[in-house]
């Protein structure tokens, strides 16, 4: 009792360390903070650690010990609840939540010229018809001379028709198709051919030097101007609706014979009359015939065996009908509040 060094022991006053160590870890509110508090009171020099160095007898010992265990304990229990607090903290309050809608990507969608080629192309594919996708620039040859053109047809001017040299010229109409598809295969033949035509016209309203045409063509034994006429109700119906009909004008075409010009009844009015059909109730579509046989006979196809009709029509004229788009011009324009709108 009376060893000094017992009495430097009994100055750890172990149950009182216990309590001021244990309200501090347990008070730790940071990781930071927990760290602070273990450094104090078990690190190497902390009071605890420098009585256990120092420790002479085995109650003193067993005591101090255990309280050393009890505080690692505390430490480990308090290391592990902050860190899942943070954890916690983490995932509520900085995480990502795939939940939450992105940032809107600007899409984009079919240019009105491109979405009517593909009604067209619908209509066609569901009659059996195959879409023959053909050349821009064409032989005169192939452009007019097969299709029967006379030397005198103004179309064969330079001053209507773009020429590249003598004998080339961007094509004006899709009916050179027909010449092509002829060559490639023989009879029966149910094509259409779509794509852009070109013509000296000055930029108005209403004309423009580059438009599409869709140009179709059946050859067969015993084709006549009824099949014509089914055919084309069919497509028109298509682009315009179920109540659309259809009527035939004569006309003149080089490579057709009896020519004709198809008329469908106004979309915008029905037919009752309105601007857009000058009050006439029909708006022209193109041109059409059953095929002429000095054609047939141009391509090889015998006349006396078959008979065929061909027809062709303005895309971009199809579109302003179908959208009410007064002016060729803006299909050429790229102006996306325009596009926008169809
Ligand atoms: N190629 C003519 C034009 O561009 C349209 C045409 C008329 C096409 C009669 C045809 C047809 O197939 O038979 O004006």
Known sequence: MNDPKADRFSAVDAEALEQQAMAEITAAATLDELDAARVKYLGRKSELKQALREIRDRDTGMTLNA??????????ERLDR???????????????????????????????TTHIRRIV???????????????????????????????????????????????RVLRTETS???????????????????????RRDEITPTRFPIFHQFEGLAVDRGINLA???????????????????????????PFTEPSIEPDVSCPMCAGE?????????????GGAGMVDPE??????????????????????????LRYGIP????????DLRVLRQF
């Not at 059996?128 to 001017?157: C, K, M, Q």
């Not at 009359?273 to 579509?285: A, L, Q, V």
């Not at 047939?296 to 579109?319: K, Q």
């Open 82 to 112: 902050l860190g899942r607090e943070k954890l916690e903290q983490a995932l509520t309050g900085e995480a990502v939540d795939v939940t939450l809608p992105g940032d809107e990507l600007p899409v984009g969608h079919l240019h009105p």
């Open 327 to 334: 002016e060729i011009r803006p299909f050429w324009e790229s």
């Open 121 to 167: 192309e619908d209509a066609f594919l569901g009659l059996g018809y195959r879409i023959y996708d053909d050349r821009e620039v064409e032989t005169v040859e192939d452009n007019f001379d097969r299709l029967a053109f006379p030397e005198w047809h103004p179309a064969r001017s330079p001053r209507d028709t773009f020429f590249l040299d003598e004998r």
């Open 176 to 198: 050179p198709s027909q010449i092509h598809v002829m060559l490639e295969q023989p009879p029966p033949i149910y094509m259409v051919s779509i794509g852009r035509v070109y």
């Open 67 to 76: 309280l050393r265990e009890r505080l690692e304990q505390t430490v480990a």
């Open 227 to 253: 099949d014509l006429k089914g055919t084309l109700l069919h497509v028109m119906r298509a682009l315009f609706g179920p109540d659309r009909a259809v009527r035939f004008r004569t006309h003149y075409f």
């Open 273 to 285: 009359g309105c601007r857009t059909c000058k009050f006439s109730g029909w708006i022209e579509m």
């Open 295 to 320: 054609v047939f006979e141009n391509v090889g196809v015998d006349p006396d065996e078959w008979s065929g009709f061909a027809f062709g029509c303005g895309l971009e004229r199809s579109a302003q």
